[in-house]
């Protein structure tokens, strides 16, 4: 049986009213329906094709502007509309920030229906460019044409890509001339691998056949001035493979950490491969008050090295230490918030469930001289119980950073049960932060919220909140 097609409507001059979730726009159909339209902003005044139609809701694309937002800029990057990583480049910086502070403000009281107090003016991001300290990059021998290209892509002679995955098209990679995100030489990197790759005819990966050399690559950068470059391949072919490391050690000697991975299985996630050292150091190091931070290829750090700073001296700011604390870092990653408040606190006890971030943060104790973290592995919901509190001390302040999802419910009653004084809670998700925020509300009262912009360009945004016991 055929699929039947969504109905495809044009409405003529709609007004742009909101920015919505996930870097989309808002907007209200004649019928009363929201749409939710890309590349658009608020204030634009549009005609709208739709090519989705649910209950509640279209999905729709402007095809004609008949006014123009003030609010509007002239986006920087000759991938913009095509690439999804910077929806919002079309949209002034204040604004972006004014819709990110509005954002939580509506987490914290549609999701989480509790007190809270003003919040505290979001925190901008100095850097609004070149502000990324990690990219990922794939290959493809396929890569996304445009209209005109489809047209006349019998004439094409070379279809091979290093960029980005275009959004919701797993096996589709856009091509990436310039991206403004990591600040150079990460473009030059990139550019002249592709050159060098087609140059010398090594095989870009094929996503659906599973096969060719070139899969993904991973640049990462540090405030130090220190580069690491990861190259995946997918088949294991030595002579291709240090033609192409080779070439980059002899034209990039600024990489300080050249590495590779040989990776056959289905996905190309890297957490459970061998990381093999090609040229240089296994890590490089970031640097943040004196604080020496390794990172290899594996390690999770704040992709924005200078906001991270700020994100985390606004965090201990709300801890409110005095040096006699008991700190409980949980989701502590590679230990780096814990290390970074250390110096203010009696001891800070961090817990994780990725093994190879507490070897990461041990280590980085060590190097840095502090003898008041200790570090631990495990689930969180399991590890963070009363033998462990028994063991460790009852903890005066609790620092939590989460990942998207937020805290496990057991978490969080365990939290209830120890009863700290204070729990600084540091989120990148407001809605789960919400959600977890309201099962608090029975021990504990929001007392100073501030958003904090790690990613500008995009709907995504930090949010710290401090909760004191009531």
Known sequence: MAKKKTERIVFDHIEILDAGAKGVCVAKAPDGKIIFIPNVVPGDVVDVQTFKKRKAYYEGKAIRFHTYSPQRVEPVCVHFGVCGGCKWQNMNYPQQLLYKQNEVKNHLQRIGKIEIPELEP????????????KMEFGFSN?????????????????????????????????????????????NAIRNSIREFANAHNLSFFNPRNH??????????TASTGEIMVLLQFFEDDKAARELILNHLAENFSMITS??????????DTIYDQEIICFKGREYILEEM??????????????????????????????????????????????????????????????????????????????????????????????????????????????????????MHKEVVAQLLKISPQRIVYVSCNSATQARDLALLDEGYKVTRVRPVDMFPQTHHVENIVLLEKR
């Open 122 to 133: 979001i925190l901008g991001s100095e850097k609004q460019l070149f502000y990324r300290n």
């Open 289 to 406: 008050e004196g604080l020496q931070f390794s990172i290899n290829a594996k390690s999770f750090y704040q992709t924005n090295s200078d906001q991270a700073y700020e994100l985390y001296k606004l965090t201990r700011e709300f801890a409110g230490l005095t040096g006699k604390e008991i700190v409980y870092d949980l989701y502590t990653g590679t230990g780096t918030i814990a290390q970074f408040v250390s110096k203010h606190a009696l001891k800070v006890i961090g817990v994780e469930s990725v093994p190879e971030a507490i070897l990461d943060a041990k280590a980085n104790a060590k190097r840095n001289n502090i003898e008041n973290c200790h570090f631990f592995v495990g689930d969180m919901k399991i590890v963070f119980n009363d033998a462990f509190i028994a063991q460790h001390g009852q903890p005066d302040v609790v620092i939590t950073d989460p990942p998207r999802d937020g």
């Open 142 to 186: 396929s890569r996304w044409l445009t209209e005109n290209e489809i047209d006349q892509q019998d004439t094409i002679e070379n279809k091979n890509a290093l960029g980005f995955h275009i959004p919701k098209m797993w096996d589709k990679i856009l091509d990436i001339t310039h991206c403004h995100l990591q600040a150079d030489p990460s």
């Open 211 to 220: 096969e060719g050399l070139l899969r993904t690559l991973m640049i990462r």
């Open 258 to 267: 050249l590495q590779y991975v040989i990776n056959s299985k289905p996905n």
